[in-house]
């Protein structure tokens, strides 16, 4: 039906969305602010903001469509220091 194929939808750019904003989470500094901005940027809503140590997840909301991303930084070594995301 229409409305399956709306949610299908919705489900795709929640998670497209929730995988940006753990992008950019990682950022120890100011990683729930830059995560709202890439969610917002992606069409979601972030609805949720977890930081314990280096572990991050996120929670995004598009329509009735929810994803949740997470991810782990990586210890820095040089100038290479990058998150490494888990479904």
């Known amino acids: 039906t229409v409305e399956t194929a709306r949610l299908v939808g919705e489900r795709a750019v929640a998670q497209a969305a929730a995988a940006a904003a753990l992008a950019s989470a990682v950022d120890p500094d100011d990683g729930r602010s830059r995560a709202h ?8 809503v972030l ?3 977890r930081r314990v140590g280096t572990s991050v997840e ?9 994803a949740t991303a997470g991810g782990v930084a ?3 070594r040089g100038d290479r220091c990058r998150p490494h995301a888990y479904p």
Do not use: I, S, W
Not at 58 to 66: E, F, K, M, P, S
């Open 37 to 44: 901005e890439l969610a917002v940027a992606n069409g979601a």
């Open 47 to 49: 609805e949720a903001f």
């Open 58 to 66: 996120v929670t995004v909301r598009v329509g009735r469509a929810r």
């Open 74 to 76: 990586v210890p820095c």
